[in-house]
C-alpha cells in the first residue's frame, strides 16, 4: 500500500504550500493588475522575487488549521472558516507591516465593511 502524500502534516508540506502560494499568489497579482490597469507592476513585497508572502502565509495558515477533519465538514463551512482566517491574516500582516516598518502595503480605506483600512 503507497503513501499518500496528503495524508498528514509535516512542515516539508507546509513549507511547499507556503513557497507555492507565495509563487502563484504573486503572479496572480501581477496579472490581474495587468488585466484590470494595462500596465504591468511589481508586486513584490519584502521578500525579493517573484514572491507575495502574504499568500503564502495564507495557505499555509489554510493548510494548517482546515486540513484535519476536512472530509466532515460541508462546503459552506469551509468557505466560511477560509474566509475568515484568509482575512484574519491579512489583517495582521497588514498591522506587522504598519508597526514594524511603518510601511503601507495596502488600504482599504474607500471599500465598504473595511476595519482599520
Do not use: Q
Not at 10 to 25: E, P, R, T, Y
Not at 47 to 71: D, Q, R, S, T
Not at 72 to 88: E, N, Q, V, W
Not at 100 to 108: A, H, K, L, P, S
Request: hydrophobic share 40%; with cysteine.
Amino acid at each position: 500500500m503507497r503513501k499518500k502524500f496528503t495524508k498528514g502534516v509535516s512542515f516539508k508540506k507546509v513549507f511547499s504550500v507556503f513557497v507555492i502560494g507565495c509563487v502563484f499568489g504573486s503572479i496572480y497579482e501581477r496579472l490581474l493588475h495587468l488585466t484590470l490597469h494595462h500596465k504591468y507592476e511589481s508586486r513584490d513585497t519584502l521578500i525579493y522575487g517573484p514572491f507575495n508572502k502574504v499568500y503564502g502565509l495564507g495557505a499555509a495558515a489554510l493548510v494548517l488549521c482546515l486540513g484535519k477533519e476536512n472530509e466532515k465538514r460541508s462546503f459552506f463551512k469551509t468557505f466560511f472558516y477560509a474566509s475568515l482566517i484568509g482575512g484574519l491574516v491579512e489583517y495582521l500582516e497588514g498591522i506587522k507591516l504598519d508597526k514594524i516598518f511603518n510601511v503601507e502595503f495596502w488600504n482599504y480605506d474607500h471599500k465598504t465593511l473595511n476595519i482599520d483600512g
